[in-house]
């Protein structure tokens, strides 16, 4: 089946740094790939949608700005959160369709850590 | 997409069924019924889906009410890694449309 890979699975990292995830289509391309966040005890949320080669688009509410996101390629997309602070910290997670009627995909997730 | 309805939380033994109750009483007659799974700290995991026929595979079935408002995701014999929190979703089959997630079941397998 479709496998998203995510990278790193976790980092932590001191307030007003910029840290910088992966999202991988290890087996099919994805034009399309999707970044949801989800906070302790609560569901996921969509941030954004990524599309390669455009802009991508935000969810109401998160700032463009401070949530990169860069879809250069069919298997790549990356979410940099600039000048991160502690109420960032996050479970951050991808996802992507595969073939052509595939159901959604989602990467293994990365635990940011705000000090 | 149609908003979703399901248990908060659920029990079952180990080696026993697990019915995992849905109601989508607006499900529109394009929307497809999904359920995923969520390991804690891990990414969702597809399950299964259906539109209107009984669905199964080789992780759990899929029973959709005739009229379509309802649905129950069945785990044969549930084992102590099916712990999961499990999420109920109708969307479109869409490329391009993604998934919106409501709070999902706990469902909890005990020995």
């Known amino acids: 089946g479709a496998v998203v890979s995510q990278h790193p699975s976790w980092v932590i990292c001191k307030s007003g740094t910029s840290v910088k995830i992966e999202c991988r289509s290890l087996d099919f391309q994805a034009t399309t790939m999707f970044w949801y966040r989800q906070f302790p005890k609560q569901s996921l949320m969509l941030m954004a949608t990524?599309?390669?080669?455009?802009?991508?688009?935000?969810e109401q509410g998160v700032e463009k700005d401070k949530f990169l996101i860069n879809h250069a390629s069919l298997t790549l997309s990356t979410l940099t959160v600039t000048s991160a602070h502690p109420e960032d910290s996050s479970f951050y997670i991808c996802?992507?369709?595969?073939?052509?009627?595939?159901?959604?995909?989602f990467g293994n997730g990365t635990r940011l850590t705000v000090t | 997409d149609a908003k979703t309805t399901q248990p908060t939380s659920m029990d079952c033994a180990e080696g026993r069924a697990a019915n995992l109750p849905c109601n989508h009483s607006?499900?529109?007659?394009?929307?497809?019924v999904y359920w995923y799974r969520q390991i804690h700290s891990q990414g969702p995991q597809y399950i299964i889906h259906g539109l209107k026929n009984n669905e199964t595979n080789e992780m759990a079935s899929l029973i959709i009410t005739e009229d379509r408002k309802s649905s129950t995701l069945i785990l044969p014999h549930a084992t102590l890694r099916d712990t999961a929190v499990y999420y109920c979703i109708v969307s479109q089959n869409s490329g391009y449309s993604t998934l919106t997630f409501g709070k999902g079941t706990m469902l909890l397998v005990s020995p």
């Open positions: 990524s599309n390669e080669g455009s802009k991508a688009t935000y």
């Open positions: 996802s992507a369709f595969g073939q052509a009627d595939s159901p959604l995909h």
């Open positions: 607006t499900i529109s007659g394009n929307e497809y």
